[in-house]
């Protein structure tokens, strides 16, 4: 093309069809979404290779900054870890903070061209962060006290399934809150699992942080967590599987993804030992990081194409992989890109969703009001009851009540998932954002009001750290 | 919206417009790219975000694969460096080799709608890449040989330029070499860029690999090297700044881009010493490299704004970066994953562009044969002419030449924002990759002929590595 061209006038707009220009593949187009927008509409708005470019730069800047920001205001003045700061960051960025005050800057920041690429980038984020998930994930999680961590464990999973069997049929009522194709039993599960999960990484790392492993509060919540958090991912992935309408769907998501899993946790875990055997030898170089990546983006393509989410890919894959050398140094060499740069693009991208100003109409303060309690008394009360009736002191306790009711990112990523799965409306999803940001926003202060100054005051608990 | 939504069927295909589904902004919407394509083209591709994903993951995933797999046969079976099969693989994943056997195939896996996705991962890429080069420019380099070195440097430089000022008449007679608004001065500047350039980076591993940083030839093709690249990138710039238009765009390229420089360079500099105290501390935590991050974000933010491109700000922040433990750890952090994940995006957005097809037709052909012929006679020819002149020995001489005329990774960089900017069309784009294949392929073998083994006879040379 454009060899034969015949024509030469000399300037720019006349150029030959073989320059890239403003007609070309890279220009994106983009919908305004509403839902009188005809596929022909008029306003299509254009963005330039040039100017993608010059956006995306611009754009990645202000959400590491704003991550960082938030992240250390709420570490300075509030006490909180800096996850939390970067979860509301996410949400200060969206049209329930900046797009509320500043509509037409926000807009031209975030303007709808480039969602895809913080789509991917988000995408990218939780799958690798969920890979350095299962890289850490341990066992001797699993152990400790034992008639206590199944208590804990059995009540902090069934009273959260039975909150949302007792919330649905209400929740069904209302329109644009769960998908109209949805069975009731499909939307208890996804609710269930939305009220029952636990910031495992995050109360893992309180836990060490503090060196509570040892103590029955730390060897019942993780534990706990743990159990409860498995629960939940696999009762998702029942969700995803049977939602979608037709059996060949269905099937296609149950042997693909069940099948693969047992594939990865069996005969996968047994192909990748030599590459830990390497990794003793000589560390881990550029080719055996390039093998690592290759597996856990095949893995996360795997999931995803069977209807799944990449997500699940990367964890299976991180439990998966030897220890030692191996697993530490792929955790130094991913977890900081992974932190810093990517996950803010998934807080950020989930923040975009998120309407808060919806919840402010007197309809929706009611459902979200109600799922609130509703989420701490399934959560928090269940756990603490259990661990009470089990023979645990009180503080020790409230202190796993606090813990585990704690939704953080992991909350984020199963919401986004209904999101994009079409399981839940945008209203549901901002009410249930708030919900774990507020659970989350919780946790620090309740811990350390009902365990950790006492716990301090005994010498049984380190310095709060970071 | 959404909220007062009357209706509720119960199929899917009605749910309520707060659903993310196949007509929200988060469809990618291609045009098919010929001029013949009208904006409101009916057979519009979508691509739902559940697609994107599952295509994003296995494209990533094939990118990397092939990256390793064409790296290591010409490791293996031709003796060349990694970078040398990456340069290869992006090509092959192109209409050149892939899309020409498997068409349907090679559509499948890179739509038009996820191209956007490859071409900000490349940016990225490489913009992170200029700033680890950046970071590893040593001033050093400059030093040494003075006589030979300046003979070489410059010859280095004014013989490809004198080659691209006989050249551009000619090439310019054609259609879709150049664009048509450009000016022959700005046409020659441009080609005498592109065949002055020298892989510095790989001439630099080369050289410390082997131990040969304190020989006549390593530090002549050092300082040779660093200066002919300053030179051409000073060129690029030029030409970007007064390529557009009118004097309004000049004028912000010029103050913007030589303005920010020289705050980076001044200023900016004395800002970040204290980052390098607190890495010398405490290393760098997640703090720390999200300041660097944002810093990098920010500086290929302006660089780019200001209508040049983003690696002038990773390259001048990395210049301007304090040296010692922040350097290396940043280093250690960053290259993995740059060079493991992002840099292969780039080879293979590059190779999407490549069209080696074009080159077939006999009139191109012809093109091609004179661009290769004169690239390497005005860059080898004119380093061992300057180094045999100024008393260096024959296989020295010859030695130099065959580092210096290697293009590699930074003829693809210039190249393709020649093709962005739409200072060159496909067809030149198309013969100067693959001028910029065949030098750097050249480059080992040739430099094992006339130097490496008899200096390894010698013992002054260390073993091949990579």
Chains 1, 2 share one sequence.
Not at 261 to 269: D, N, T
């Amino acid at each position: 093309m454009g060899v034969e061209e015949p024509l030469r006038t000399g300037v720019r707009a006349a150029r030959p069809s073989c320059f890239l220009d403003d007609h070309d593949w890279l220009t994106l187009k983009a919908d305004g979404g509403g839902p009188g927008d005809l596929p022909h509409n008029e306003a299509r708005a254009h963005v330039s290779p040039a100017e993608l470019s010059i956006i995306f730069f611009g754009q990645l800047c202000l959400i590491v900054a704003a991550a960082r920001g938030v992240g250390w205001l709420c570490r300075r003045f509030l006490g909180q870890p800096q996850v939390v700061g970067e979860m509301v960051a996410g949400v200060v960025l969206g049209p329930s903070l900046f797009g509320l005050l500043l509509p037409d800057l926000q807009a031209a920041v975030f303007p709808a061209e480039t969602k895809s690429i913080l789509f991917v980038g988000a995408q990218l984020g939780v799958g690798l962060y969920m890979f350095l998930v299962g890289l850490g994930f341990d066992r001797s999680h699993f152990r400790g006290n034992a008639r206590s961590a199944g208590a804990v464990s059995i009540s902090g999973m069934a009273v959260p399934f039975l909150m949302a069997v007792l919330l649905t049929p209400w929740l069904m009522g209302r329109d644009g809150l769960f998908s109209p194709g949805l069975s009731s039993f499909q939307a208890s599960l996804f609710l269930g699992a939305c009220i029952a999960i636990t910031a495992f990484p995050m109360l893992a790392r309180i836990i060490h942080e503090r060196g509570l492993s040892g103590s029955p509060l730390g060897s019942l919540s993780l534990s706990a967590g743990a159990i409860d958090d498995a629960a939940a991912w696999i009762v998702l992935a029942i969700v995803l599987a049977t939602f979608g309408g037709d059996a060949s769907v269905a099937i296609k998501a149950i042997a693909g993804a069940f099948g693969f899993a047992a594939l990865v946790l069996g005969p996968g875990r047994r192909l990748l030992r030599p590459l830990g055997v390497r990794a003793e030898r000589s560390g881990l170089d550029q080719g055996l990081l390039a093998i690592v990546l290759m597996a856990f983006l095949f893995s996360a393509f795997v999931m995803d194409w069977a209807g799944m989410h990449a997500v699940f890919g990367g964890f299976l894959l991180g439990v998966a992989m030897p220890r030692g050398t191996l697993a530490k140094e792929l955790k130094a060499k991913l977890e900081p890109i992974t932190v810093v740069l990517l996950l803010p693009m998934f807080f950020t991208y989930s923040g975009l969703n998120s309407k808060l100003d919806l919840i402010a109409s007197p309809a929706l303060l009611g459902v979200t009001l109600v799922l609130l309690a509703a989420s701490i008394l399934a959560k928090f009360g269940a756990c603490w009851a259990a661990a009470r009736l089990t023979g645990q002191d009180n503080p020790t306790a409230l202190g796993i009540g606090a813990l585990m009711n704690a939704r953080g990112l992991m909350e984020l990523i199963i919401l986004n998932i209904g999101l994009q799965k079409g399981i839940i409306g945008v209203e549901l999803f901002s009410i249930m954002v708030l919900m774990a940001v507020v659970t989350t926003l919780m946790a620090s202060p309740l811990f350390e009001a009902v365990y950790g100054r006492k716990a301090r005051e005994r010498g049984e608990l380190g310095a709060v750290q970071r």
